[in-house]
């Protein structure tokens, strides 16, 4: 079979697993194209959410009784289950948290408020989603260090010439996105992770767009910290992780303070717990972290060689033709110049506000994003206040990406016609 055949075959064998897919919306099948935001949940995922609720709901690590050993159980065979789709053979280099943002955070309030001395520096990129951003002026503005950015290349890529101009013996930190939520490129990480190691910076990935579609392993990465969200991994929201080397996670002090990340307590004092726990305050989500293994397990048992093939296939089909319909600017890369980046394409229409787009699209079911996805100094380094985005996942169609195409086509048509 062809790779579209193959794939075509993984979509149609998918889709009877996401519930919410089989639904109208004003009275059309619905077309969702905005995983990149989020992505749909399979039965497997709600079934094993409502087997913990239903079966095992307590608290974990806190109780004697069987519900309690069980929860636990599921609960740390989840982060088990973590560790090994990262390719960390130590789930203690598994710290859950509400989602990526947070385990940002987490690296940024722990190790970086601990480490990091006036004129220290700090280097991202102007493609960063806003979580990848904020929590890193926030250190600069408390510490005293300096934060840089590197820009990108004419054809919307990563400019590691700019980055290596840029590296210094004062560098603390390069903090970067694997794949672009907006540009849809994949930085090359391994690469970036050796020019900063050799002048002694630590390296953070933001994982979150490349988790669902690429496998990712943080040996082969050689990263010091990678940060993963649930929900964009076919998982439930308020849910996410953080993978960072144990030495490191072991050197920052705790991020939140109360049960569960203590040792022991005394009205004068506290000791912390051993990791991961140390950096896991209060009770933690059990049955979203129960839920986001199934999904991974999930995703695995499908096989990220079929997923890729399929949606590289489906990106390829979207670009095309996107290029074809009048007055359409798409961002970053194409498929032809680098032929692994993100399932997804960002555009504009030349006159039209993304909004009136993708309002008009939703009244034909169709489902994509309008705005600025969290990167407004990116859209403002375009010279854009916005940006329409169609988002695939492996049970897209090649039927739904005609109908996208088509839908726009007419939409923009007549919005010219009604100025």
Not at 181 to 193: D, F, K, M, S, Y
């Amino acid at each position: 079979m062809t790779a579209a055949a193959l794939g075509l075959d993984l979509a149609q064998r998918t889709r009877g697993d996401f519930p919410v897919l089989d639904q109208q919306i004003h009275g059309r099948p619905l077309i969702y194209l905005d995983y990149a935001a989020t992505s749909q949940k399979p039965r497997q995922v709600l079934e094993a959410l409502a087997h913990y609720y239903r079966c095992d709901n307590a608290n974990v690590h806190r109780g004697a009784h069987s519900l309690s050993a069980r929860a636990t159980d599921a609960f740390e065979a989840a982060r088990n289950t973590t560790a090994a789709f990262v390719g960390s053979a130590d789930p203690a280099e598994i710290v859950f948290t509400r989602n990526a943002t947070e385990a940002i955070n987490l690296v940024a309030m722990t190790w970086a408020l601990d480490q990091l001395q006036p004129g220290d520096e700090i280097l991202t990129t102007v493609m960063e989603h806003h979580s990848n951003l904020v929590p890193w002026q926030m250190v600069a503005a408390r510490t005293g260090a300096v934060l840089r950015h590197v820009g990108l290349t004419a054809t919307g890529e990563l400019d590691l010439d700019d980055l290596r101009a840029q590296l210094n013996g004062r560098t603390r930190l390069v903090a970067l996105v694997h794949v672009s939520n907006t540009l849809g490129c994949l930085n090359p990480i391994a690469e970036v992770v050796t020019l900063a190691h050799a002048v002694g910076a630590r390296v953070l990935v933001d994982a979150c767009q490349s988790l669902p579609h690429l496998p990712v392993d943080v040996k082969q990465l050689d990263c010091d910290w990678l940060v993963g969200s649930s929900h964009k991994l076919c998982g439930p929201t308020g849910m996410g992780f953080l993978w960072g080397r144990r030495e490191l996670l072991e050197q920052a002090p705790p991020f939140l303070g109360g049960g569960e990340m203590i040792d022991e307590v005394f009205l004068e004092r506290s000791t912390w717990a051993a990791l991961p726990h140390k950096f896991e305050a209060g009770t933690p989500a059990i049955g979203e972290a129960i839920g986001m293994a199934a999904a991974i397990n999930y995703i695995q048992a499908l096989g990220f060689g079929a997923i890729h093939q399929w949606e590289q296939c489906l990106t390829a089909r979207l670009w095309q033709g996107l290029s074809r319909i009048d007055g359409v600017r798409l961002l970053g890369p194409s498929p032809e110049q680098q032929p692994d980046r993100g399932a997804l394409a960002a555009f504009v229409v030349d006159g039209l506000h993304a909004n009136d787009l993708a309002a008009l699209l939703d009244a034909s079911g169709i489902c994509i994003r309008s705005g600025h996805h969290c990167t407004q100094p990116l859209h403002r380094l375009l010279g854009l206040s916005g940006s329409a985005r169609a988002s695939l996942g492996f049970t897209t169609t090649e039927a739904e990406i005609d109908s996208f195409l088509e839908e726009l086509a007419s939409t923009a048509a007549f919005l010219r016609e009604h100025a």
